[in-house]
Nanobody, 122 residues
């Protein structure tokens, strides 16, 4: 079983910053893409940002220029730096990893973390 653990959420005022971390420790699999999604009450889960092993990243239009995703391949960790936060960024943020087992590299699996709450409010 793969554990995906997020951390770094919290309460921040509008205009503030937070840094989320996502870790998927283990050495028997290879992680391909790591991504951050978010879901606000009553809304569908949406992609925020994703990054490939080579460092190629894509972002939702709503966060471009404010959020930055990065990763540490040696430690199976991804980060989401969130700046200039807005109340509409309030949501539960989920990390996901797309990986393949080294014993069966032809098949890819997706695992999700439990989520971390981000609240942007005065």
């Amino acid at each position: 079983q793969v554990q995906v653990v997020e951390s770094g959420g919290g309460l921040v005022q509008p205009g503030g910053s937070l840094r989320l971390s996502c870790a998927a420790p283990g050495s028997i699999f290879s992680i391909n893409t790591m991504g951050w999604y978010r879901q606000a009450p009553g809304n569908q889960r949406e992609l925020v940002a994703a990054i490939t092993t080579s460092g190629s990243a894509n972002y939702a239009d709503s966060v471009k220029g404010r959020f930055a995703i990065s990763r540490d391949n040696n430690n199976n960790t991804a980060y989401l730096q969130m700046n200039s936060l807005k109340p509409e960024d309030t949501a539960t943020y989920y990390c996901n990893v797309d990986l393949s087992w080294k014993t069966n590299p032809g098949i890819q699996f997706r695992y999700w973390g439990q989520g971390t709450q981000v609240t942007v409010s005065l």
